[in-house]
């Protein structure tokens, strides 16, 4: 059973900085593309960025040089930094996990950002 679980969500002031973590079960790195995506209150879950077993990686062009994903093999962890903070940036956060036809989601954790 594959399992992503997020953490490292809260409440920020704009301008800050927050760093999201995904505990992901042993093995997806080498195969899956691995991902964050976010929804906003009354909108679509959008991509924010994608990192493939290669370590291409992908950005949205809303975050893209604030934002930085990676991960830690040993760890089986997935990271997001996410500096320079904006208040449009408030969203739940998902940690996904796809190769061909499946794919997987964390339960999300909340951003909050201040103005």
Not at 66 to 84: G, P, V
């Amino acid at each position: 059973q594959v399992q992503l679980v997020e953490s490292g969500g809260g409440l920020v002031q704009a301008g800050g900085s927050l760093r999201l973590s995904c505990a992901a079960s042993r093995g997806l790195f080498g195969t899956y593309i691995m991902g964050w995506y976010r929804q906003a209150p009354g909108k679509e879950r959008e991509l924010v960025a994608t990192l493939a077993p290669s370590l291409s990686t992908r950005y949205a062009d809303s975050v893209n040089g604030r934002f930085t994903i990676s991960r830690d093999n040993a760890k089986s962890t997935l990271y997001l930094q996410m500096n320079s903070l904006k208040p449009e940036d408030t969203a739940i956060y998902y940690c996904n996990g796809k190769m061909s036809v499946y794919n997987y989601w964390g339960r999300g954790t909340q951003v909050t950002v201040s103005s």
